[in-house]
């Protein structure tokens, strides 16, 4: 069994760019969720797929997006980067979403300069 | 608004010795509270995870206590081992049906000495 993957495994951008980032989750597993983790700090939740939909929102703004496509893979999009958007980028996906389990992937580190 | 508050930040047990981290919760909807285990560089893992229907939930050496009323639970790790050194989350989450979200504390940086 696979468990969930992330690519890039690192990222650096600039201010005002626009980044996208991968998660492939964990075989069977059709929700995927998106977590900022600052450094120091406790992942915060962004949002989550479920079979292709948005299924729940954190208190983050518009210019972060996501999609989930039919194989249940997932990006999360972030336009207009800010230098508070430097994180650990962390996907987590669930059997089902009315599973409250959720592996987490390795993440995706990134800085914004 | 942190619903979910963990403490110690930081703590260093030695070899063998128990480590008891500490979260508190707010929202009294809260129906799962798990715990991770995070190593530098990695995403966090799940350790184990308890339901508000039972007061304590051992896996190996690990275990969790729920206390309901005090909306308080802890994480106890016997025969703390080295390779436990890491940082631990607790995380609390109510399932409404559409969305299930983790709220996750600031952590806890484990330190176990030789």
């Known amino acids: 069994e696979t468990g969930v993957t992330q690519s890039p495994t690192h990222l650096i951008k600039t201010r005002g760019q626009q980044v996208t980032l991968r998660c492939s989750s964990q075989?069977?597993?059709?929700?995927v969720s998106w977590y900022q983790q600052a450094l120091g700090q406790g992942p915060q939740f962004i949002f989550q797929?479920?079979?292709?939909?948005?299924?729940g929102r954190g208190n983050f703004p518009p210019r972060f997006s996501g999609l989930q496509f039919p194989n249940y893979s997932s990006e999360l999009n972030v336009n207009a980067l800010e230098l508070d958007d430097s994180a650990l980028y962390l996907c987590?996906?669930?059997?089902?979403?009315?599973?409250?389990?959720?592996?987490f992937g390795p993440g995706t580190r990134l800085t914004v300069l | 608004q942190q619903q979910v508050k963990q403490s110690p930040q930081s703590l260093i047990v030695q070899k063998g010795g128990i480590s008891i981290i500490n979260c508190a919760y707010e929202?009294?909807?809260?129906?799962?509270f798990p715990w991770y285990q995070q190593f530098p560089g990695k995403g966090p893992a799940l350790l184990i995870a308890?339901?508000?229907?039972?007061s304590e939930k051992k896996e190996g050496r690990f275990t969790i206590s729920f206390n309901k009323s005090a909306k308080q639970f802890s994480l106890h790790i016997m025969d703390s081992q080295p390779g436990d050194s890491a940082t631990y989350f607790c995380?609390?989450?109510?399932?409404?049906?559409?969305?299930?979200?983790?709220?996750f504390g600031t952590g806890t940086r484990l330190q176990v000495t030789l």
């Open positions: 987590a996906s669930s059997p089902d979403r009315s599973t409250d389990t959720q592996y």
């Open positions: 075989s069977g597993h059709n929700t």
């Open positions: 797929y479920y079979r292709e939909e948005e299924n």
């Open positions: 929202n009294t909807a809260f129906d799962y």
């Open positions: 308890i339901r508000p229907d039972v």
């Open positions: 995380a609390a989450s109510k399932l409404t049906g559409t969305a299930s979200k983790l709220t």
